[in-house]
């Protein structure tokens, strides 16, 4: 983009709020990224998270210094309070009750729109990535958690208390796992990135899973959703029962929304899902399975398109309204 285009743009800051990194970039009017920037959550107390998020989006702002800045908006990972900009929990920050929007807003300046990260990944598919077009979206990612959210009808739903479509923290097993938001049970606790690590550790240590210990070097550093996966096909017994138990219940989870939702067009994304091309496929095949039979009629399944950009760019274009031109 040329100095003088540069000049004239009106672009929305969005920010990608996670337990390891903040991202944050300036996007205009019709979803393309402009000037982006990266930055490692070492210290995970709100003072300092919101230090970081200040120093990205200065980096993001200089990269494209003559574009006017109109709006802001995060996606956090976490539950929050409505639209009051107050994250409820964060498990992956270890936050209970931060008032995020308003420490933000004193920090740059400017208001700020908090939203759920996957609120904002599943707007940015739906205005330029794989939902582009679709009036009736479910989005689901499984990364270092499990988190989903609705689009109906063109509007996102948030619900009476903001936190509509939180697959993650639905529960499947009474009284299981501990999950980090506090509860028992969740589908995250068993199937979330975090957790699969937590799992996999454990049935190293009681001596279940020689090939996970020798797939990761001995080093549980090493310990990944995709490791999982290898050790669970060559018949790892450790392995594959925590894969299989997490794989189950996710078809099961995302199969039942769709038959409750009836979504046009279902977006799978996050790492987990990225790095394991055969649990992406193992659970369209699942949803086929046990979707209700007139919810699957015409309903396409889509790996995210947007990558990692989902989010900021879904974050920046709901600040802003919407998108020039989308429905």
């Known amino acids: 983009m040329s100095p003088e285009a540069l000049f004239s743009t009106e672009v929305a800051l969005g920010i990608d709020l996670g337990g390891t990194?903040?991202?944050?970039?300036?996007?205009?009017?019709?979803?393309?990224?402009?000037?982006?920037?990266?930055?490692?959550?070492?210290?995970?107390?709100?003072?300092?998270?919101?230090?970081?998020?200040?120093?990205?989006?200065?980096?993001?702002?200089?990269?494209?210094?003559?574009?006017?800045?109109?709006?802001?908006?995060?996606?956090?990972a976490g539950q929050l309070r409505g639209d009051t900009g107050v994250v409820a929990v964060a498990p992956n920050l270890g936050w209970r009750d931060v008032p995020l929007g308003s420490m933000l807003a004193k920090a740059l300046g400017r208001p700020v729109r908090v939203v759920n990260d996957l609120s904002a990944a599943a707007w940015g598919e739906k205005c330029v990535g794989a939902a582009r077009g679709e009036r009736d979206v479910y989005t689901v990612f499984v990364g270092s958690g499990v988190g989903s959210a609705v689009i109906a009808n063109g509007q996102l739903v948030l619900g009476a208390s903001g936190v509509a479509g939180e697959l993650g923290h639905t529960k499947w097993v009474?009284?299981?796992?501990?999950?980090?938001?506090?509860?028992?049970?969740?589908?995250?606790?068993?199937?979330?990135?975090?957790?699969?690590?937590?799992?996999?550790?454990?049935?190293?240590?009681?001596?279940?899973?020689?090939?996970?210990?020798?797939?990761?070097?001995?080093?549980?550093?090493?310990?990944?959703?995709?490791?999982?996966?290898?050790?669970?096909?060559?018949?790892?017994?450790?392995?594959?029962?925590i894969y299989e138990q997490a794989v189950s219940l996710l078809c099961l989870a995302i199969a039942n929304q769709?038959?409750?939702?009836?979504?046009?067009?279902?977006?799978?994304?996050?790492?987990?899902?990225?790095?394991?091309?055969?649990?992406?496929?193992?659970?369209?095949?699942?949803?086929?399975?046990?979707?209700?039979?007139?919810?699957?009629?015409?309903?396409?399944?889509?790996?995210?398109?947007?990558?990692?950009?989902?989010?900021?760019?879904?974050?920046?274009?709901l600040a802003r309204g919407g998108l020039l031109g989308s429905g």
């Open 258 to 317: 769709v038959t409750v939702l009836n979504p046009a067009r279902l977006i799978l994304g996050g790492g987990v899902l990225r790095h394991s091309p055969k649990t992406f496929d193992r659970l369209v095949e699942g949803i086929g399975r046990f979707a209700s039979a007139t919810s699957r009629q015409g309903l396409k399944i889509s790996p995210a398109a947007l990558g990692d950009d989902s989010g900021l760019i879904g974050a920046a274009l």
């Open 174 to 241: 009474p009284d299981g796992r501990l999950c980090g938001c506090g509860e028992r049970g969740c589908l995250e606790a068993y199937a979330g990135g975090h957790n699969l690590i937590a799992q996999m550790r454990e049935a190293i240590a009681a001596g279940e899973s020689p090939k996970l210990s020798a797939l990761g070097g001995g080093d549980l550093s090493r310990l990944t959703a995709q490791v999982l996966e290898e050790a669970a096909v060559t018949g790892d017994p450790g392995a594959r029962r």
């Open 21 to 76: 990194h903040v991202r944050a970039a300036l996007v205009d009017a019709r979803g393309a990224i402009v000037s982006c920037a990266k930055k490692r959550v070492e210290d995970r107390a709100p003072a300092a998270v919101v230090e970081v998020i200040g120093a990205a989006a200065s980096e993001a702002q200089q990269g494209a210094a003559q574009a006017k800045v109109v709006a802001c908006g995060v996606g956090a």
